[in-house]
């Protein structure tokens, strides 16, 4: 577990990088979510409130649903950003590939400030405030607010409390901590529409996601006595103008069936190039196994991308695994 003073003393660094430069880039990861999207409008209104000017891009579009989050208009794509930056702040991003392709906004002597709460961050930025047991990214940016004595407004507690609730899954996931309910609490005194965001964050699906869950649920198959589910979408079978997010929340369906650990989603974006999720419910830590094919995520959440055959990393998934502790733990308990 992290100390607490070298947390206070990342917050610190990352206050006085805030305070002493200007004209900032923002930027949230590719294929973004709702952490990473209220993060970088939280910072975003955060160097508004100080006078500093600031850039928010991503290389993909924002799902239509975050466009109710203020700033969310000004959020641009990279080919429509004709300068470059010397100083950067990434929120949410694991790790440099999940910045996307965004070198030709950076100067060669770019300083980057790297906020996130992912255990595989690989701490690529020149100052970095990393917290893996924070629920959201959302969360270490409250303490960066309350390390600024910035106080709070109704667009700052709408940001940082749909960072909470996406990453929590609606406060239900185990890494809906004490603290996390503490800060929700403070925000709702701030106007905050919890049923609202909800809504429009959590609930509301498109006509694509039904499309796409109706075709995923027809290939899913539970294996290894119970234990795994997994599923997948080829490209062939996704409609034109499907999105990142009518496919969110896919995974879930294999996880969620009774007695499995470990649930598996295939994206197939193109010829063999499928997006992998995984997800796990108590035991197998699939973070570890995501990083293993240089991705990335958290002990419960994770993935990466494979370039190869659907049978092919499916296999070799099963085999990680039956390899993992975890799941040797859970052989041991149900034997």
Request: glycine share 6%.
């Amino acid at each position: 577990m992290k100390d607490l003073n070298e947390y206070k003393r990342e917050l610190s660094q990352a206050g006085q990088f805030i305070k002493q430069h200007d004209n900032y880039l923002i930027v949230s990861h590719i294929n973004p979510d709702g952490d990473t999207i209220s993060s970088s409008l939280t910072m975003a209104l955060l160097l508004r409130f100080l006078g500093k000017s600031f850039t928010l891009v991503n290389e993909d579009p924002i799902p239509d649903k975050f466009n109710f989050l203020p700033l969310s208009d000004q959020i641009l794509s990279i080919s429509e950003i004709k300068n470059t930056f010397s100083h950067v702040i990434t929120v949410d991003v694991a790790d440099q590939k999940r910045m996307g392709m965004i070198s030709p906004l950076l100067t060669d002597d770019v300083e980057i400030l790297n906020i996130d709460h992912h255990p595989t961050n690989d701490r690529f930025g020149h100052l970095n405030v990393i917290l893996p047991t924070a629920a959201a990214t959302c969360e270490i940016m409250y303490d960066l607010v309350k390390e600024l004595n910035i106080p709070l407004s109704q667009d700052l507690a709408s940001c940082i409390y749909t960072g909470l609730l996406t990453d929590t899954g609606g406060f239900r996931y185990t890494n809906t901590s004490p603290k996390v309910m503490r800060i929700a609490a403070e925000l709702l005194e701030y106007g905050v529409s919890p049923g609202e965001i909800a809504e429009i964050a959590l609930e509301t699906i498109s006509k694509n996601h039904i499309s796409v869950l109706q075709i995923a649920l027809s290939h899913l198959q539970v294996i290894e006595n119970g234990f795994i589910a997994w599923t997948y979408l080829k490209a062939n079978e996704l409609p034109q103008d499907v999105t990142s997010d009518d496919t969110e929340g896919i995974v879930n369906y294999t996880r969620n069936i009774e007695g499995v650990e470990v649930g598996i989603f295939f994206k197939e974006v193109k010829g063999n190039v499928f997006k992998i999720s995984l997800r796990s419910k108590k035991y197998v830590d699939v973070g570890a196994i995501a990083k293993a094919y240089h991705g990335g995520g958290h002990a419960r959440a994770s993935g990466f991308t494979f370039y190869g055959d659907l049978e092919e990393v499916l296999q070799q998934l099963i085999d990680a695994i039956k390899q993992s502790e975890g799941w040797k733990y859970l052989e041991n308990k149900s034997n």
